[in-house]
C-alpha cells in the first residue's frame, strides 16, 4: 500500500502535473480527454458508456465492466483495488514481478517459518527447500507466472503444505503496474478540476 501511495504522488507531480481535463458528450456517451495542451505525453482518453469504462492513450488501453453506471463523478469514492476487480482487459500485464520484493518476502517468510516451526527439524528442511526452488525460480525467470506456477509446484511436491500459505506465496514479488494506478488516479485528479471549474 505504501508503495502505490508513493507511485500515486510521483504520477501526480510528473506525468499528469499540467494535465487539463476536457470533456465532450456524444449521444449519451461522455468522452473525457486528460492531457497536458500541446502534447499526447501520458495523454489518456477515458470513454463512459452504460457501465462500461474505456481507456485508451499514451500509457495503453484497457476495459473496465462495472456494475454501476459510468460517470466522472462516480469515482469519487471507488478505490484502487476495487477498481482492479472489474478489470476486463488491457494491452498491460495485469501485474510486473519485482524480484527484490519477491527475495525480500521469501527470506521473511522463511525466517518466520522457522521460529513458528521450532524444533521440528524435518518441517524445516522442506521449508528451507521450498524456499532455495523459489528463490531459484526467482533468479532464473524473474516473472510472475513462471513464479506462481513454481510455488504451487512446491506446493503439490512437497508434503504437509497449506494451501492458503501457498496462495500468499504464490504472490510474492507482485506489483501493479503504474499504468493501472495512472488510470485510477486520472479521473480522480480530473474530477476535481472539473469540479473546480463549475464551483
Known amino acids: 500500500m505504501e508503495r502505490i501511495k508513493k507511485e500515486r504522488e510521483y504520477i501526480r507531480n510528473e506525468w499528469f502535473k499540467d494535465h487539463v481535463a476536457t470533456v465532450t458528450e456524444h449521444g449519451g456517451v461522455t468522452f ?3 492531457s497536458k495542451p500541446g502534447t499526447s505525453f501520458y495523454s489518456v482518453r ?9 481507456i485508451t492513450g499514451d500509457i495503453g488501453d484497457a476495459v473496465f465492466s462495472l456494475t454501476w453506471r459510468a460517470t466522472i ?4 469514492k471507488v478505490n484502487l483495488s476495487y477498481l482492479m476487480k472489474k478489470l476486463s482487459c488491457s494491452s498491460r500485464d495485469r501485474w510486473n514481478f519485482n524480484d527484490e520484493e519477491a527475495y525480500r518476502q521469501l527470506d521473511e517468510w522463511l525466517v ?8 521440528d527439524e524435518k518441517s524445516i528442511m522442506v521449508v528451507k527447500d521450498i524456499h532455495r526452488d523459489l528463490r531459484c525460480s526467482v533468479f532464473e525467470y ?3 507466472a513462471v ?3 513454481e510455488a504451487w509446484r512446491c506446493y503439490h511436491e512437497y ?3 497449506d494451501g492458503e500459505e501457498f496462495e500468499m506465496i504464490s504472490n510474492f514479488g507482485r506489483q501493479l503496474p503504474n499504468e493501472f494506478i495512472a488510470y485510477h488516479l486520472g479521473i480522480q485528479m ?3 478540476q472539473l469540479k473546480k471549474v463549475t464551483e
Open 142 to 144: 524473474g516473472n510472475e
Open 147 to 149: 513464479f506462481k506456477h
Open 159 to 161: 508434503e504437509d503444505t
Open 46 to 54: 477515458y470513454i463512459f458508456s452504460g457501465s462500461s469504462l474505456f
Open 73 to 76: 463523478e462516480s469515482f469519487e
Open 112 to 119: 518466520e517459518s522457522i521460529r513458528d516451526l521450532e524444533d
Open 190 to 192: 480530473a474530477n476535481e
Open 32 to 34: 473525457l480527454d486528460w
